[in-house]
């Protein structure tokens, strides 16, 4: 399962190409000389896939940033976990502790109850 780290790495990553998509769409468009293109069905072609390529171009920036997004949520939801999970192993640790110093027999009603564990819901770390 990824961690946190794993995360933040890939939205880093995505965060590079997605830079190098709006670049790439920004610059598309320059780099055609329009006066090669004068005149003829060749140069409405030229200009439909320039445009048709600066939009794809700009709709994969669009994705790259959702996914980087994602990542940066799921990172943060590990790093809450890894809390919960830090906070569990104190109380665990401090209900041994209890336990450790009762005698059999002394306590009244119920024993103390060991702490709730958050669950294996993501990954440490």
Known sequence: M???H????????????SADLATQAGSLTALVDPALLTGGSIGRLVTRTVDQSTRDLS???VRVDAV????R????ACRR???LLDSFDASMDRYAE???????????????WPPRSP???AERG
């Open 6 to 17: 794993d995360y933040n790495s890939l939205a880093d990553e995505m965060d590079l190409l």
């Open 73 to 76: 949520e799921r990172a943060d």
């Open 81 to 83: 976990y890894t809390d």
């Open 68 to 71: 980087a997004a994602e990542c």
């Open 98 to 112: 209890r336990v450790a110093d009762l005698a059999p027999g002394e306590w009244i009603g119920s024993p103390p």
């Open 2 to 4: 990824p961690t946190q």
């Open 59 to 61: 709709a994969s920036f």
């Open 119 to 121: 669950g294996p819901w």
